[in-house]
């Protein structure tokens, strides 16, 4: 009996809900269901040149795939749809996804800096150990469950003492992203919802004010110290 090769059929749809987005999608590379993030950003710097050239780099080339891996080197028309189904519509997404991934610095001569913040992750395997070697501190990734495009995963520990020995407990809380109200939703401990516009004040209340667990993401864009300067040329 023959043997079949088995892939999702799913992985070479053309979907996304956004319509201009999908326009967008088919004018630069057709039906290609997977494209390089080298082309991919190169369209999206000629769609938004009057956007922050790192930004839009840094979101095309880690956010929009959502992983935190310098070594990944495409993106899909499924990951490019679940972007836009949380900080479209289209014209307004990179505007809305900065106000989330990156803070504001403002110089003395008026300009404006960006930087990745700290605490995505993206696609996290191995949050487990992540947890564990950071005691009392969180992070911020993907949910591994599927179409929950809507969420993300907010990770943190806390470290006691018990019968004279030193634990760390683990916890997990989902943080929904509300785009019609521009809010960012997380249940309390009373079991009642709150939400917040400032998705920094929402991560801060959620974890007790701890620190965040700094990603390899925010490493080789800020610090350039795990992958060569070259890949970040804004």
Not at 5 to 14: E, G, S
Not at 75 to 85: G, N, S
Not at 198 to 205: H, S
Request: hydrophobic content about 30%.
């Amino acid at each position: 009996m023959a043997a079949y090769t088995t892939f999702d059929v799913n992985n070479y749809k053309i979907e996304i809900e956004d319509k201009e987005a999908l326009e967008f999608w088919l004018k630069n590379f057709q039906e290609n269901a997977t494209i390089s993030t080298q082309t991919f950003t190169e369209a999206m710097l000629k769609k938004f040149p009057s956007e922050n050239k790192k930004v839009v780099t840094v979101l095309c080339k880690h956010i929009i795939c959502c992983s935190g891996d310098a070594n990944k080197k495409d993106i899909t028309a499924q990951e490019f749809d679940k972007f836009m189904r949380r900080f479209g519509p289209f014209e307004s997404s990179i505007k809305n996804s900065q106000k989330v991934f990156f803070k504001e610095i403002k110089r003395k001569d008026g300009d404006c800096e960006y930087t990745l913040v700290r605490w995505y992750h993206g696609y996290l395997e191995d949050c487990k150990n992540k947890i564990i070697s950071n005691p009392d501190k969180y992070l911020v990734r993907e949910p591994k469950e599927k179409d929950r495009w809507h969420l993300l995963t907010v990770e943190y520990s806390k470290s006691f003492q018990k019968e004279g020995k030193k634990l760390l407990a683990r916890n997990k809380k989902h943080l929904q992203i509300n785009r019609k109200k521009n809010l960012f939703v997380w249940t309390q401990r009373d079991g009642k919802k709150q939400g917040h516009p400032d998705i920094e004040v929402a991560l801060r209340e959620m974890t007790s004010g701890r620190d965040p667990i700094n990603s390899e993401m925010w490493n080789a864009v800020e610090n350039q110290s795990l992958y060569q300067a070259a890949s970040y040329d804004y």
